[in-house]
């Protein structure tokens, strides 16, 4: 999957961060250490980390992730992340 979305809320820029969702590549949230929720309600699940999106960044750097764009979306951050493919 060449392509990852983080995100976070307004003043809770120290964690935590929404790092994928239901489809996300395992092995990747395994590296994050993420774990993968569903708020109750809801009829698909997140995977969150304790992490601030900074550290995110940085973990994802390391596996050859680049920041495409990053936005605020009414009291969300979002970061779009892009890596290569061989």
């Not at 935590?16 to 708020?39: F, Q």
């Not at 995110?56 to 680049?66: A, C, S």
């Amino acid at each position: 999957m060449p392509y990852v979305l983080i995100s976070t809320q307004i003043r809770l820029e120290s964690g935590p961060t929404n790092v994928g969702d239901e489809y996300s590549d395992p092995a990747i949230m395994n590296y994050l250490g993420a774990r993968k929720t569903t708020m109750l309600g809801n009829n698909f699940s997140e995977y969150h980390v304790d992490d601030p999106p900074r550290l995110v960044l940085d973990k994802l750097e390391k596996l050859g992730f680049r920041v495409l764009t990053m936005t605020g979306v009414g009291q969300t951050l979002v970061w779009c992340l892009h890596k290569e493919t061989e």
